[in-house]
């Protein structure tokens, strides 16, 4: 879910987890952002620099097509990895897109959250999914509840996973891709986000914090047994798993956030064995945190990983 939202101006808005407020950070607000989109290569660790660019970009989503879809200041951007051109894919009148945007499994559509109104608060805020074409076009909403937060689509299409809030916490939820009503699937207190469907639609994973600390967490797609995945000290965010399901590639933050994911922080990311449950460094430190790897992101084949990796001029 998106708590750093790029929008007109380069004003950065934060909205801590559990506070339910929006608050402008006067510090981002003096930052001058450069963007490096990189790929990475599990097996070897070797990190290609696809495009450094001036600009706030997040969230890379791979299309098979060998591209990548980011977002940037509420607009959704496009960058050709053979030629490294980058566009803009139309989106209408939808140009408030955070970065919880994602491709449909046969890369046909795209979802897309939208800050349809912004406040003081959440119970100010709209935030609604929208579906639209890949190649752009005017979207269609498909979400009823005032706040959702794209995560997951299952691996049949039918079915997208959200975060939502029923007025005091931030749940997990899921909602037919063609609309409707929405059903929740976690109760728990204390966050939990970045719900992703496992390519053979048996389980979500997901983070949380319910028990003090931000941890990932899987359970079964309807909800039931919650199984806790990691146990460390860092704030473990955004689980993803590979297209051939043997891998979960996530971001840990080295310093405990509680229940926020920021910009700027001290961040790496790391890879758990699927099978065995063993973990690995996959990067170094470096600086980074929201925008970084909030949406899937490895490459059709499981081999690789995209990732954005900041620096600031102050």
């Not at 199984?227 to 798993?241: C, G, K, M, R, V």
């Amino acid at each position: 879910m998106n708590r750093v939202i790029a929008l007109f101006f380069g004003i950065l808005l934060s909205i801590p987890s559990g506070l339910y407020a929006l608050t402008i950070s006067l510090n981002e607000m003096k930052k001058d952002t450069t963007s490096y989109i990189e790929i990475i290569d599990i097996s070897t660790g070797k990190i290609e620099t696809v495009l450094k660019v001036k600009g706030h970009y997040e969230a890379p989503n791979w299309h098979p097509d060998n591209y990548l879809i980011l977002n940037s200041y509420g607009k959704l951007k496009k960058l050709d990895l053979k030629t490294n051109a980058l566009s803009e894919i139309y989106t209408g009148n939808v140009i408030n897109i955070n970065n919880d945007h994602g491709l449909s499994p046969d890369g046909k559509l795209l979802v897309l959250s939208n800050f349809d109104k912004l406040g003081s608060g959440w119970s100010e805020m709209v935030s609604s999914l929208y579906i639209v074409p890949v190649e752009g076009g005017e979207p269609k909403k498909i979400s009823e509840d005032q706040i959702c937060f794209w995560h997951g689509w299952s691996p049949d299409g039918s079915t997208l996973a959200y975060v939502g809030w029923d007025g005091e916490d931030l749940d997990i939820y899921t909602i037919a891709a063609t609309g409707g009503p929405s059903k929740r699937l976690t109760f728990t207190k204390g966050l939990d986000d970045g719900p992703e469907y496992s390519p053979d639609g048996k389980y979500i994973y997901f983070n949380s914090f319910r028990t003090g600390h931000m941890q990932l967490w899987r359970m079964g797609v309807d909800g039931s047994n919650p199984e806790q995945l990691t146990f460390d000290t860092y704030s473990n965010w955004f689980p993803h798993i590979s297209p051939d399901n043997k891998w979960i590639v996530y971001i840990s933050y080295i310093e405990n956030q509680q229940q926020g994911h920021p910009f700027g922080k001290t961040v790496k990311l790391r890879l758990m064995d699927l099978e065995t449950k063993e973990i690995k460094d996959l990067t170094s430190k470096f600086f980074g945190g929201q925008g970084t790897i909030n949406v899937p992101s490895w490459s059709p084949d499981s081999k690789k990983v995209a990732f954005v990796r900041y620096s600031v001029d102050e």
